[in-house]
């Protein structure tokens, strides 16, 4: 399956990132991901770890850019992950996203 990893920038618990992937992994063919810090970054690197390919979808700097971006996340992934630490706009905005198009999303908590 095609996973969309979303998270907060300011979540940069690596132990936490991991763990929520690695519960997952043998269902993980490929991650698809955003350009930012924080988790999209810490997702690249367990990628990089454990051997899965991945794609990173970097915004385009124009009006709106990040939602764009967010959408062709939604588009192309069949599931997505997000990965919360408060309320955070892009996160909730791809889980929105996902969820129009009726596709699944699992969620993991940081206290």
């Known amino acids: ?3 969309c990893l979303t998270g907060s920038r ?3 618990d ?12 043998e269902r993980i063919s ?3 991901v955003g350009d930012a810090d924080g988790v999209d970054a810490l997702v690249i690197a ?4 454990n051997d899965i390919p991945f794609e990173v979808y970097y915004r385009r700097y124009e ?3 990040a939602y764009k971006r967010n959408g062709r996340l939604a588009k192309d992934c ?4 997000a990965l919360y630490s408060g309320n ?8 929105y996203q996902v969820a129009y198009l009726n596709k699944i999303v699992e969620y993991e908590y940081y206290e």
Request: net charge positive; with cysteine; proline share 0%.
């Open 1 to 3: 399956m095609i996973w």
């Open 63 to 65: 009006s709106k850019s």
């Open 46 to 49: 367990w990628c990089v770890k």
């Open 88 to 95: 955070t706009r892009g996160t909730n905005n791809t889980v």
């Open 30 to 32: 490929k991650i698809i």
């Open 78 to 81: 069949d599931i997505t992950l």
């Open 14 to 25: 690596r132990d936490f990132i991991y763990q929520a992937l690695d519960k997952r992994k």
């Open 10 to 12: 300011d979540l940069t």
